[in-house]
């Protein structure tokens, strides 16, 4: 081993460190994006009087749905990668939304 390489390992490391972080906070900031589309789409299924637009809306609101439960899943898969073990703050924090159906 030369004399710099522990110096280089430890800077290796702390660059993988950061990309496991970064990455974690884009599959945060998915879910988030992801969660807000569905609180929208809420608010329109609630304005909506004609039933064409109440279908489409609700087609929208179940793709969203779709997308928040896969960001969900690339999150806890980002803590795993990270360490973390226990995602119980993730379901208290990013509830996955309830299913709607036409009425």
């Known amino acids: 081993m030369t ?15 950061h990309e496991k972080a970064a990455a974690l906070g884009r599959a ?3 879910l988030e994006a992801a969660l807000e589309e569905v609180r929208v ?4 299924l609630g ?5 064409g ?3 489409r809306l609700t087609h929208e609101y179940e793709r969203a749905r ?3 439960r896969d960001a969900r899943l690339a999150l806890i ?3 795993e990668a990270v360490g973390f073990r226990q995602h ?7 509830p996955e939304p309830p299913p709607r159906t036409l009425t």
Do not use: C, S
């Not at 004399?3 to 460190?17: D, G, Q, S």
């Not at 789409?41 to 329109?44: D, E, I």
């Open 66 to 68: 779709a997308r928040v």
């Open 88 to 94: 119980r703050i993730v379901d208290q924090l990013f």
């Open 47 to 51: 304005g909506a009087a004609e039933a």
């Open 41 to 44: 789409l809420t608010l329109l």
């Open 28 to 30: 945060g900031e998915r």
């Open 77 to 79: 898969i980002q803590r």
């Open 3 to 17: 004399p710099r390489a522990p110096e280089t390992l430890k800077r290796v490391n702390a660059e993988i460190a």
């Open 53 to 55: 637009e109440r279908a």
